[in-house]
């Protein structure tokens, strides 16, 4: 590993036994791998970093269904965005962190296709849920899977070279903080028309409204597409869909069995993929 660590506790520089592949820092602060591949990064001060726990339900539909490949389309545009941004950062070993890379099903899609390029990046998967890590250690993430606390990232600043936050809010500033000044952002959000045909279920009178980013000021667009494709799903499909947005909080029990007993045959999926870079 060439990046360097934090101890979250002191935030002096971790260093790693080689045997056992745990960290620590001079200040005694040790952290084990955990038996099944990750390591957790949790300060262990009472009342503090304790991990969370996703629903075991929607991680379970949530993996069926990506590994469908459902998301194909999207998929291949991602690969061909972060091939991009590696192909001009061949000279030194690049360092991605994916920003809660939940079970880590956009890694296992994304780092294979770098791997065969040849580009020498470094790619670390992180999440505060405990159970995600888990289940990404268990699918045999091709990533260094770290377990921690979200609002401060065990990373020196402008130490990342990418970092990306795929269909999850970009929060805080801890992601700009540790970017490199001639770092990248890759940003996934939903488009306007996103599971629109699930949506108009939710919102009866749903109308089109302008895409609304909020960005943090400390950062700007680079370069922003569109991907935009159909799928036919199933109603168990649809359902799952709709627990993985933003507005599936709104469905009450009526609304879910309605869903989930009507299949889609054209339910468009409409996404933004942002490159963001710097304010200098």
Known sequence: ????????????????????????????????????????????????????????????????????????PLIKQLQAVLLDLCASNRDAELQHIDYQCADGYYLRQLVPALVETNVSCQHWGITDAENAIFAAAKSETPANLLLLALKKLPFASQSVDIVTVLDSPLKGKECIRILKDDGRIVLLQPGIRHLWQIKQQVYPD???????????????????????????????????????????????????????????????FDWQIITLKKRL
């Open 1 to 72: 590993m060439t990046l360097s660590l934090l101890c979250p506790v002191c935030s002096a520089p971790l260093n790693q036994h080689q045997a056992s592949a745990g960290f620590y820092c001079d200040n005694k602060h040790h952290f084990d791998k955990h038996p099944n591949g990750y390591w957790p990064l949790l300060s262990n001060v009472k009342g503090k970093s304790k991990p969370k726990v996703e629903s075991r339900q929607q991680m379970r539909g949530r993996h069926f269904l990506l590994e469908t490949g459902l998301f194909a």
């Open 206 to 268: 749903l109308v089109e409204k302008p895409l609304q980013l909020n960005l943090p000021n400390d950062v700007e667009i680079e370069a922003q597409q569109q991907v935009v494709f159909t799928q036919s799903v199933t109603g168990e499909q649809a359902l799952t869909l709709l627990d993985m947005s933003v507005f599936g909080w709104r469905a009450n029990d009526q609304l879910k069995h309605q869903v989930k007993s009507t299949a889609i045959s054209e339910l468009e």
